[in-house]
């Protein structure tokens, strides 16, 4: 085989293995989205990028109404995304929480805040 030959099929060879790596980029997931968010269990309310869940006060909180002790929230992200801060790092909610969800693709973001609300009180009987 002469190297003429070699080269042209060489750079067939190359090309086509480019256009396969293109071809895997160009699929890669756009999404970005919480799909779920709980914390033990609870599911919270997702509605655009705000998460809520209004809870009413137990013995266990402070007085603020807000849990006296960090927690680790369960979150389901779109296929391939990932989210930042990581959601096995416990979070104190008693103030907003902010989280980015970074799709696939490595360029699509979207950020999402979670506001835990406190139930309002009910009126005491005299």
Request: glycine share 4%; charged share 20%.
């Amino acid at each position: 085989m002469n190297m003429n030959k070699l080269a042209k099929i060489l750079t067939v060879a190359v090309m086509m293995l480019l256009s396969c790596t293109a071809e895997i980029e160009l699929n890669k997931n756009t999404e970005c989205e919480i799909v779920a968010f709980s914390v033990n269990g609870v599911q919270y309310e997702i509605i655009g990028s705000i998460i809520t869940h209004t809870y009413p006060l137990t013995a266990v909180e402070t007085w603020l109404g807000l849990p006296v002790w960090p927690v680790s929230p369960e979150i389901i992200v779109s296929r391939g995304a990932t989210i930042s801060p990581d959601p096995s790092i416990p979070q104190y909610f008693e103030n907003e929480v902010f989280y980015t969800v970074t799709a696939e693709d490595g360029k699509s973001t979207r950020k999402y805040v979670v506001r835990v609300v406190r139930e309002p009180d009910l009126p005491i009987d005299q």
